[in-house]
């Protein structure tokens, strides 16, 4: 959990989905020659908007998945890759549908366009003060 961005997916979560919120979701388990990959958020939104643990959904089969990588600072190919690849992973989780969420604190016009190929990741500006609302970044072609 990071003290600048939980703050900034929790407020995502409040104000821009409905559904069950999963922080720090483990997308891959830690074992020999395997790091652990963690997403910011999982969030389910067809199910009841509360706060849940991986242990209330232990199997993401047939849902519609939201997933949130958040980063605290300017739009980044960290993070964009972060986006791709947890898109991907969850996929591998059996999940019917995927939209995965870059959220950051500003955009970046150039790498904006590179994720025009993929229109499930979608890049959204946080307010850092979280006074006003996320708004979803479009980049045009």
């Not at 999940?95 to 990741?121: C, H, K, M, Y």
Request: glycine share 6%.
């Amino acid at each position: 959990m990071s003290k600048y961005e939980t703050p900034l997916t929790e407020h995502f979560w409040q104000v821009c989905c409905n559904g069950a919120y999963i922080p720090e979701y483990r997308l891959v388990r830690k074992s020999n020659g395997i790091a652990e990959r963690r997403a910011d958020a999982v969030i389910l939104p067809n199910e009841q908007h509360r706060r849940a643990t991986r242990v209330d959904y232990p199997d993401l089969t047939g849902r519609d998945v939201v997933v949130v990588q958040t980063k605290a600072n300017r739009l980044g190919m960290s993070v964009m890759g972060q986006a791709l690849f947890s898109a991907q992973l969850i996929h591998r989780h059996g999940a019917s549908s995927v939209r995965s969420i870059i959220l950051v604190t500003a955009g970046d016009a150039v790498l904006e366009q590179l994720l025009l190929p993929f229109p499930d990741i979608e890049v959204w500006i946080a307010d850092p003060s979280r006074t006003t609302p996320p708004r979803r970044q479009i980049a045009t072609g």
